[in-house]
DNA sequence: CTCAGTGTTCAGTG
DNA sequence: TCACTGAACACTGA
């Protein structure tokens, strides 16, 4: 599910129930592929015991200021998503199927917090990843990425400047974590169909319009699907979104027009022809 | 049974 | 060395 404001979500949910609070006991499956570089004891013995002062995210990386290093790193992978008990008190909708059993199928960790909270991750695929790091934003993963286009949207003018020396696609070049931190597959879709431009358009070839006008739709389109908490029912109606998930179903169209797949950058491309040029 | 897949990494290429 | 592409990764669900 993850992407920008997915991973958005996944952090409000985290602050709900662990901001202020102190960690009181931790579980860690025996996953060493989801939890990097650190044994699940050594991770539950630097987490028991710390106060979380915020969850922070850039990109699709999230994690806890602790009121003492390392602090722990998540990222979701593909399948990767925070749940907190049925039941338990929340200002935004719940992440979990309501009935469903605690602890949710696949965890890679839960945490009890001082006030009796719980959190837990899980990542039935095991792309996701669990790490320690003394000071997140600069180190490693985190201090690779590019701009975080909720967080900081640079300039039209800064725009120009990086995408000017690009020369992949357009599609490649808004997958490239380190240009845009956070875009994924549907969301460089999204932003191509509404910015009308073909996904395969080297980036180097757009005029300082066309950048202006990319800047403004990714923004756009990041800040809707945060502001409905990435519930997908809740993205306007006009979007490529609701279409790009059928292409099995013959002849997809949107206002009339025919939405075809492409693979471009090595992902699966949803694209309007005749409205991206 | 086969295959695609909302993500990242790494080997290989130009 | 850099920028970029495509395969590989691990597993579920269609």
């Not at 998503?81 to 039941?87: K, L, N």
């Not at 997140?136 to 120009?160: A, C, M, V, W, Y």
């Amino acid at each position: 599910m993850p992407e920008l404001p997915e991973v958005e979500r996944a952090r409000c949910l985290a602050a709900s129930v662990a901001e202020r609070r102190v960690i009181d006991r931790v579980r860690c499956a025996d996953d060493r592929i989801v939890i990097e570089g650190v044994t699940p004891p050594t991770l539950t013995r630097k987490l028991v015991g710390r106060r979380v002062l915020a969850v922070r995210r850039h990109g699709k990386h999230l994690w806890f200021e602790l009121d003492r290093p390392p602090m722990p790193l998540f990222h979701l992978g593909m399948t990767g998503a925070f749940h907190i008990p049925d039941g338990e008190h929340l200002p935004l909708q719940s992440s979990i199927d309501p009935g469903e059993q605690w602890p949710p199928r696949f965890w890679k960790i839960q945490i009890e917090f001082s006030d009796g909270g719980q959190l837990a991750m899980t990542n039935a695929r095991r792309f996701g990843r669990i790490r320690l790091r003394e000071c997140p934003e600069h180190e490693p993963p985190i201090d690779q990425l590019g701009f975080d286009p909720l967080l900081d949207l640079p300039s039209t003018r800064s725009l120009i400047q990086q995408i000017s020396t690009r020369r992949a696609s357009l599609k490649g070049l808004l997958l490239d974590q380190s240009f845009a931190a956070g875009v994924g597959n549907w969301i460089a879709d999204e932003v191509l169909y509404q910015a009308g431009l073909d996904p395969r358009r080297k980036a180097d070839s757009l005029t300082t319009e066309e950048i202006a006008e990319l800047r403004r739709v990714l923004g756009r389109v990041i800040r809707t699907a945060v502001r409905v908490n990435a519930d997908k029912s809740r993205f306007p109606k006009s979007w490529l979104f609701h279409v790009r998930w059928n292409q099995n179903t013959q002849n997809p169209t949107l206002d009339g027009e025919s939405v075809q797949f492409l693979r471009v950058a090595g992902r699966t491309t949803a694209w309007i022809p005749s409205r991206q040029h």
